[in-house]
């Protein structure tokens, strides 16, 4: 039986939020967005970070980074294709080939369910110090690291500066 073709069977989709254009509306609309369109369970706080860059970046604003867990029916495909793709297009993401350009928003899945989509979790500080607010305990499947452990780690390495007010009328935090 397709688990998305059951109403009743909710998977939890963690998503990584992101937007170094105009961010901080960017984020609040994804946010809303996402609340209207699917059952929004937990949202971390914002995260400023560096953009990271490819080799044919040049220097970018910073990312403003979230993450939040929705219950939906929808496999991962689908919620891509169904939920995530059409919020970003909606409010102006523009793909190019240059992975690391600056946009709009980004909602990516991280998480679905027990299965780490991102094997960078623990590798990057956007993800580490956002998704180690909702799964502090979340063990790295080889190291046994801590997604609170790599995040501390992350964030003597590399800047990151919370921004809570960004988020502060979300209530569902």
């Known amino acids: 039986m397709n688990d998305s073709a059951n109403p009743d069977a909710l998977h939890n989709a963690y998503l990584c939020l992101g937007s170094n254009i105009e961010p901080a509306a960017n984020i609040r609309s ?11 369970g937990s949202l971390s706080t914002c995260w400023e970070t560096e953009a ?34 059409p919020i970003e297009r909606a409010l102006g993401r523009v793909r190019t080939t240059d992975k690391y350009a600056p946009r709009t928003i980004d909602l990516d899945i991280t ?32 190291t046994g690291e801590t997604l609170a452990n790599a995040a501390q780690r992350l964030r003597r390495q590399h800047a990151a500066v919370a921004h809570p007010e960004i988020l502060l009328d979300d209530t569902d935090r």
């Open 30 to 40: 994804a946010v809303r967005m996402l609340r209207e369109q699917a059952k929004l």
């Open 52 to 85: 990271f860059r490819g080799e044919h970046t040049t220097i970018a604003p910073n990312f403003l980074n979230a993450a939040a867990c929705i219950h939906t029916p929808f496999g991962a495909a689908e919620l891509k294709e169904h939920l995530l793709a």
């Open 111 to 142: 998480l679905y369910d027990d299965q780490v989509l991102d094997p960078e979790l623990w590798q990057r500080v956007y993800l580490a110090v956002t998704f180690s607010e909702l799964l502090p305990n979340l063990r790295h499947p080889e």
